[in-house]
């Protein structure tokens, strides 16, 4: 029903910048909240931000706040994910995903509250 695919990752040095982008297929996009997932090796999956439907309200993990930036283009179906000063820690791969609901709530944090997923684009921060 829905198609998530990320891409922007790459390999960039301490300090840099990427952006990552998700375009999403399928049911209504602009329906329901967007989230931004990461997993390190040996690591658990970690929330990292999300957007609501409309773009006015954001979440975002303490790790990545003032860093990173996420934000999305309903008329192009695409969630972007703004990373600047990047740090060898932020090294994992990145998943897309859609939430059940177009608003945020605490929820928004946990990885259960989504039901569709990209199949993740790996970021690699050299120090």
């Known amino acids: 029903q829905v198609q998530l695919v990320e891409s922007g990752g790459g390999l960039v040095q301490a300090g840099g910048s990427l952006r990552l982008s998700c375009a999403a297929s399928?049911?209504?996009?602009?329906?329901?909240?967007m989230g931004w997932f990461r997993q390190a090796p040996g690591k658990e999956r970690e929330f990292v931000a999300a957007?609501?439907?409309?773009?006015?309200?954001?979440y975002s993990a303490d790790s990545v706040k003032g860093r990173f930036t996420i934000s999305r283009d309903n008329a192009k179906n695409t969630v972007y994910l703004q990373m600047d000063s990047l740090k060898p820690e932020d090294t994992a791969v990145y998943y897309c995903?859609?939430?059940?609901?177009?608003?945020?709530?605490?929820?928004?944090?946990?990885?259960?509250?989504?039901?569709?997923w990209g199949r993740g684009t790996q970021v690699t921060v050299s120090s």
């Open positions: 957007v609501s439907w409309t773009g006015d309200t954001t």
């Open positions: 399928g049911r209504t996009f602009s329906n329901y909240a």
């Open positions: 995903a859609q939430q059940r609901r177009a608003s945020l709530s605490g929820s928004s944090y946990s990885e259960y509250e989504y039901d569709y």
